[in-house]
Nanobody, 116 residues
Framework: QVQLVESGGGLVQPGGSLRLSCAAS????????MRWYRQAPGKEREAVAS????????TYADSVKGRFTISRDNAKNTVYLQMNSLKPEDTAVYYC?????????WGQGTQVTVSS
């Protein structure tokens, strides 16, 4: 079965950096686009970044362009989100996502808190 396990969240000061990881299993990882979403308290879940199966093309939400970088290691079945210049408004639970056979799969999420 498809499983996604996020890690790497935590508390960081404004301007700091974090690197999130998402370990995937249960499907042929390199064939699928992977996405990061986030959900802040009281807000809807929003897409943050996506990367195609081969890793050669990525897209970003306007709010994170130039600060966040999505990448993947298909040999390790892992997708990453490098987050730099973090702002308090980046505080949220971050989720890894894949769509397999039309079904959305999510990890359990990892909390990112940006605060001084």
């Amino acid at each position: 079965q498809v499983q996604l396990v996020e890690s790497g969240g935590g508390l960081v000061q404004p301007g700091g950096s974090l690197r999130l990881s998402c370990a995937a299993s249960g499907f042929t990882f390199s064939r699928y686009d992977m996405r990061w979403y986030r959900q802040a308290p009281g807000k809807e879940r929003e897409a943050v970044a996506s990367i195609i199966g081969g890793g050669g093309f990525a897209t970003y939400a306007d709010s994170v362009k130039g600060r966040f970088t999505i990448s993947r290691d298909n040999a390790k079945n892992t997708v990453y989100l490098q987050m730099n210049s973090l702002k308090p408004e980046d505080t949220a639970v971050y989720y890894c996502n894949v769509v397999v056979n039309g079904r959305y799969y999510w990890g359990q999420g990892t909390q990112v808190t940006v605060s001084s």
